[in-house]
């Protein structure tokens, strides 16, 4: 009946299964058991009828055209650029820190001082992850790289990963460089905004064919049977012969033979104001204060006009795949010794030729939106449509 099946109806699977359903014409199954599409893209109207997401804020922005050529053939745009401000000794300053972060915060002449000095050293218009800045061997570089460090990052990074920031990959907080600019927006990429009618639309609007059949409320194991030794899939009680398309946790799939890879959650805290506008900027990062890392107010990603407004704050919890309300693997973490436990079960999944692994927990990577979306339109390419 199904040629392919694919686990989970987020941003990967959705991308995979519509180009299986348009492009090659065959029939795909998706299953899902969340009771929505979109995985953690999901937004929705809520009570109000603001439009919130409900897994926290999501901004669309790309530097590659083929991803956003792709996603534009499903919506049109809001064209916003994102704006952080980070709540620092009770003044409000851009994130990523920049010329301006400097000016607001420090005295004139100091911030001119050390502005000559990031310029001298990196050039204008140039990121430096902070990491890299700590590293300087200039006496007073290395004071702000401190200062930086210590104001913006430290407890930040601690609140989101338990951790600090020496013991996570590099890149984690290399995604949010010092910026030596006046540009405070916190994407630099060509192609940035937000679907008009939102993701969910989006996604809607990809399984819309009648070569798709979607399962939701349905945990892949209640259907599917993959044996993890001989590789072998059953669907419905019969041989499955067709790719099996899989968008889950990886190690849930080979039923965590290696050991459980480590994920961090949040808790999401939704709240509805009844005022048409809360803060000055979509996301306010409060790096040092409270249990929460950011509060973003919708209303400035979407645009939409509405006499009251919606914020969402963000608690990071521990993640357990066992215990509800904890039960989200939101952010894979980037450490090395858990790269070793993702590559083994990798390299078991290779012996499988039905299995496709894609997306933030298949790949056990800390994906955007727009790298999902290439990997998949890259993997339909060359793994599902060249078969
Ligand atoms: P998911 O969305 O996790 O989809 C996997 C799906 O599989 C889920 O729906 C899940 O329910 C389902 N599934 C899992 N196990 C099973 C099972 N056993 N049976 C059936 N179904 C199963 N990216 C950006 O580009 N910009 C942003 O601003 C941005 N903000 C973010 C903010 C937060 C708080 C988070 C957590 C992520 C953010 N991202 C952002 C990243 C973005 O959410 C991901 O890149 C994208 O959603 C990943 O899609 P996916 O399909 O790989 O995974
Ligand atoms: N970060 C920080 N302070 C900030 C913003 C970010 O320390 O004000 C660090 C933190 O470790 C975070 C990482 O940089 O997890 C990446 O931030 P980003 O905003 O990209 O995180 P995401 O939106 O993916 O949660």
Redesign the pocket.
Known sequence: MFDYVI????????VVAERIANDLNKKVLI????NHI????FDHHNEHGILVHQ???????TKLKEVWDYISQFTEWNHYH?RVLGSIDGQHVPIPFNLKSLFTLLPQHTAQQLEQKLVTHFGYNVKVPILKLRETSDEQLKWLADYVYEKIFLHYTKKQWDMTPEELNRNVTGRVPVYISNDDRYFQDTYQGLPKNGYTRVVEAMLDHQNIKLMLN????EVVTFNADTGSIMLFGQPFTGQFIY???ID?LFNYKYGELPYRS?RFEHETIEQEKYQSAGTVNYPNEYDFTRITEFKHLTGQVHPYTSIVR?YPQPYSKDIPGMDIP??PIPQSQNQIVYKQYKQKAKQYNQVVL?????EYTY??????IAKALKVYEQVIRGE
């Open positions: 686990v989970g109806a987020g941003l990967s699977g959705s299953i899902e058991k969340r979109a995985g953690n893209v897994y926290g804020p999501h901004i669309f922005h994102h349905t945990d892949y194991k968008t889950g946790k849930e949040l963000e939101y952010y894609l997306g933030r927990l298949a994906y955007d939106m727009d790298a999902c």
